[in-house]
Structures are given as C-alpha cells and as structure tokens.
C-alpha cells in the first residue's frame, strides 16, 4: 500500500504564491515513482491536469504555464508546485498523483492523494 500526502494549501490574495508539497510513503522501499503530478478540481468541474513530470520531462496545462512549477526530490520521494501569480480561477482542491509505482520490487497501483484546499481571493 502507497500513501500520498499533500500539504501547503491555503488562502491567498490573487497575485501571491503557494508551494504544495507532495510526500509518498510505503510499508516497504519505494524504488520508482515514475509520474508524479499534480491535478486540481474546482466546484462542479471535472478533475484536471495541472503539471506533471516523468523521467525529467514535465508538462503544465496552458492555464498554469509560466506561472507553475512542478519539481521533485526522488531521494524523499517528494514532488512540489510552486504556484506564483495565482488567480481567483486557480481556486480548487489539489490533489497529487503518483503512477509507475514499485516498492520492494513490486508493481503497485497508481496512487491519489486526498486533496488540499487552494483559494485564491481578495
């Protein structure tokens, strides 16, 4: 069994900054986590990409691009969003994922965080 943990959300003024925290953990040694990424869900929306990242190589959803930055630690099994410029649509539940998964050399199965609140008002 995976666990992911988000951590990091809250209010903030539009224009401001957050950083999300993303940590996974496991009752054995986790030795791949080959997509970490970051998806986001507003009041009525459907759940959508933010950014993600996979083997060095990362992708952003255009609304966020410029503004985002997804990064990761892979010696703490840990991946990051820095979110600058937030705006009022930026406001949504901010959920991790991680897939490709293997610990103590088994294939596990991809993983969703529980979400945290992200708000963007004045």
């Known amino acids: 069994q995976v666990q992911v943990v988000e951590s990091g959300g809250g209010l903030v003024q539009p224009g401001g900054s957050l950083r999300l925290s993303c940590a996974a953990s496991?009752?054995?040694?986790?030795?791949?986590?080959?997509?970490m990424g970051w998806f986001r869900q507003a009041p009525g929306n459907q759940r959508e990409l933010v950014a993600i990242?996979?083997?060095?190589?990362?992708d952003y959803a255009d609304s966020v691009t410029g503004r985002f930055t997804i990064s990761r630690d892979i010696t703490k099994n840990t991946w990051y969003l820095q979110m600058n410029g937030l705006k009022p649509e930026d406001t949504a539940v901010y959920y991790c994922?991680?897939?490709?998964?293997?610990?103590?050399?088994?294939?596990?199965?991809?993983?969703w965080g529980q979400g945290t609140q992200v708000t963007v008002s004045s």
């Open positions: 994922y991680a897939g490709g998964i293997v610990v103590s050399g088994r294939s596990m199965n991809n993983t």
């Open positions: 496991a009752s054995g040694i986790i030795s791949k986590i080959s997509i």
């Open positions: 990242i996979s083997v060095g190589v990362t």
